[in-house]
């Protein structure tokens, strides 16, 4: 029989207004754009080098399923320093990818089967939900209040555990609330995925993004974590290569090895050249993180600050990660309003906080991944034109 249209896990996709309002932008120089989730900044020269390099020296065929060996070592070594996470065979326990977006898909679709459950947080990145959904398992959401920061309640995880869970998605610091996980939730749901023997797919993307007094914690790092974590990492945020397509994740071999296996059917291996970049980026970039963190910062401040002169606007509790914050509208205006008044009117882009689920409602996301003095000039068109 020939082609009779589009699947129906295709039709049913969300329909996100995020490419309107990205292409509104584009088109219209005078918007400043706090919407975008990518860094202002360039990638460090030194990986820029070593892209080109890698070029002229031929790294121009494909790589193993689970990475080239150098970057593998370069990741192991990194895990064991910043994050704190041992890893006993780095060829069967890690696994670069293209893009963490692409280890978020393989996760799912390795741990997930027809029917069963995710837990997933809402508001959260809006991937999740949507490739859960793909696979026809079934996301169930963990809501996240604003008034405490955005913390989880492991108390109400616990009640959403049914047999048929297999895992549950955690960020931090997180995309769209900025939030970053207290250590002891975090230790909470590590002793949680143990007692109910699920596990935790614990998205780091954004883990050197973190300000002030603020720690980041892998969960792989906690006792007894080893069976129950893997752990994604990005080389898009704190790195600034998101065109490069880079990403990884660890954990057990069992999981990891499938999504080797997994590999062979879908992309085989991220760019061979960007994997030579990587190492580079991971072994000789920290200067590069520092510089780019320190600049976030004093940008986040001033947006904190700004966004408590506007009316209609308010933050409960000042998120500390990533470059997102995440107000709440007081003026009575919904998420889609709120935004579409703030372009028309002060030519500012943001997020609509319900494109995040449906907890986002009633907020936006401002990202500060933009230069200062736009940032400045956004809040004072903020401060006189939302209504
Ligand atoms: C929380 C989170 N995870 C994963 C990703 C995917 O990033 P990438 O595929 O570029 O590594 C993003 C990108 O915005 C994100 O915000």
Redesign the pocket.
């Known amino acids: 029989m020939a082609f009779s249209g589009l699947s129906k896990r295709i039709r049913e996709l969300p329909k996100s207004n995020f490419p309107a309002i990205i292409k509104m932008a584009e088109e219209d120089k005078s918007i400043i754009s706090l919407g975008i989730?990518?860094p202002d900044f360039p990638a460090p020269k030194k990986v820029k080098a070593a892209l080109k390099n890698a070029v002229d020296k031929n790294f121009t065929h494909y790589s193993p399923t689970g990475g080239r060996h150098e970057l593998q070592e370069a990741i192991a070594k990194k895990l064991k320093k910043e994050n704190k996470i041992r890893v006993e065979d780095i060829h069967s326990q890690i696994i670069a990818t293209s893009?963490?977006?692409?280890a978020?898909m393989m996760a799912i679709m390795g741990i997930v089967d027809v029917g069963e459950e995710l837990l997933v947080p809402n508001p959260g990145?809006l991937?999740y939900r949507p490739t859960v959904e793909l696979i026809d398992a079934v996301p169930v959401s963990y809501n996240l209040h604003s008034e405490d920061g955005f913390q989880i309640h492991v108390e109400e995880i616990k009640k959403l555990c049914t047999p048929k869970t297999q895992g549950i998605i955690v960020?931090t610091p997180?995309?769209p609330t900025g939030t970053v996980l207290k250590k002891k939730v975090l230790e909470e749901l590590a002793d949680l995925a143990i007692q109910k023997n699920i596990i935790i797919i614990s998205?780091e993307?954004?883990e050197h993004l973190v300000y002030d007094n603020a720690k980041h914690l892998s969960m792989g790092s906690l006792n007894g974590m080893e069976e129950h974590v893997l752990s994604?990492f990005?080389?898009?945020?704190s790195y600034a290569m998101?065109g490069f397509?880079?990403?990884y994740a660890v954990g057990p071999e069992r999981l990891v090895k499938a999504m080797q296996q997994f590999h062979l059917y879908t992309t085989l291996s991220p760019n061979t050249m960007s994997q030579i970049a990587g190492i580079t980026a991971l072994s000789k970039c920290g200067k590069d993180i520092e510089k780019m963190r320190n600049e976030y910062n004093k940008r986040r401040k001033i947006l904190i600050k700004g966004i408590q002169e506007i009316d209609g606007l308010e933050i409960e509790v000042a998120p500390e990660g990533?470059f997102y914050l995440f107000p709440k509208i007081t003026n009575g205006m919904s998420s889609e309003q709120a935004s579409k008044a703030l372009i028309q009117k002060a030519k500012v882009l943001t997020a609509p906080g319900n494109e995040f689920g449906t907890q986002g409602e009633g907020f936006l996301r401002m990202s500060y991944a933009t230069a200062l003095p736009k940032i400045k000039e956004a809040i004072e068109r903020m401060k006189k034109n939302f209504h």
Do not use: H, W
Request: aromatic content about 12%; hydrophobic content about 30%; proline content about 4%.
């Open positions: 989730g990518e893009g963490s977006s692409e978020i990145f991937t960020n997180s995309n998205d993307a954004y994604l990005s080389f898009s945020k998101p397509r880079l990403g990533a």
